[in-house]
């Protein structure tokens, strides 16, 4: 079976600085991961995904994740942060035979100006 | 605009109550999906439908109940046996049921109260 651990319910960064958000995952078989942004009230919007083409994947408003296989890691980070990115961060996971998306449980994003 | 509608957006009920909560999409995808969201816990599967008229249980089935009628619809009944309903319901859809590497796209949410 699939899971995520997302490392730090919340984190508090300066505008500006750099942003990291931790994803581990586990899998038996080959993942693919997501990472979903919430606003207050609102849906998931999707900032990027890993589909086994290139292990440092770019997604959406800076936001870029590296998967390493080795730490079964795919923590996501953005050079600068803006007051804008202040939302809720999640982590999925898809298995190679799982049609269910398994979620973290979250990382609030409190950016500081 | 094609995407996913649910309706309404805050609903408020009445402990024992079955309500039922909307979610429409225009996007011709195949798999639907709900989740249920807590503060701190993520989100919660609920049932998933991967084509009409079937769908399956997901971690937490337990209270609600489901149809998979047509394409678009997937609505989402909370029953009375549901012993803690009040929660952020997100309802969810894919293009194909097969392709793995395609990302889910979500509704809007919706707010269930039960006082």
């Known amino acids: 079976a699939q899971s995520v651990t997302q490392l730090g319910s919340h984190v508090s960064v300066s505008e500006g600085a750099l942003v990291l958000l931790r994803c581990n995952y586990s899998?038996?078989?080959?993942?693919?991961l997501f990472w979903y942004v919430q606003y207050p009230n609102q849906g998931l919007q999707l900032l990027l995904k890993y589909t086994s083409a290139a292990t440092l994947v770019k997604g959406i408003n800076g936001f870029e994740a590296e998967f390493k296989k080795s730490e079964t890691s795919f923590h996501l980070t953005k050079p600068s942060a803006h007051m804008s990115d202040a939302a809720e961060y999640f982590c999925?996971?898809?298995?190679?035979?799982?049609?269910?998306?398994?979620f973290g449980a979250g990382t609030i994003l409190r950016v500081k100006s | 605009d094609g995407g996913i509608t649910q309706s309404p957006k805050y609903l408020f009920r009445k402990e024992g109550q079955n309500v039922t909560l909307s979610c429409e999409q225009n996007?011709?995808?195949?798999?639907m999906y709900w989740y249920r969201q807590d503060p701190g816990q993520g989100l919660r599967l609920i049932y998933y439908?991967?084509?009409?008229?079937?769908?399956q249980k997901g971690d937490i089935a337990e209270g609600y109940s489901v149809s998979r009628e047509k394409k678009e619809s997937f609505p989402l009944t909370v029953t009375s046996a549901q012993k803690n309903p009040t929660a952020f319901y997100l309802c969810?859809?894919?293009?194909?049921?097969?392709?793995?590497?395609?990302?889910?796209?979500f509704g809007q949410g919706t707010r269930l109260t039960v006082v």
């Open positions: 969810a859809s894919r293009p194909r049921r097969d392709t793995l590497n395609t990302e889910a796209f």
């Open positions: 999925a996971v898809r298995g190679q035979y799982g049609n269910k998306l398994v």
């Open positions: 439908s991967q084509i009409v008229n079937d769908f």
């Open positions: 996007l011709n995808h195949d798999a």
């Open positions: 899998s038996s078989v080959p993942p693919y």
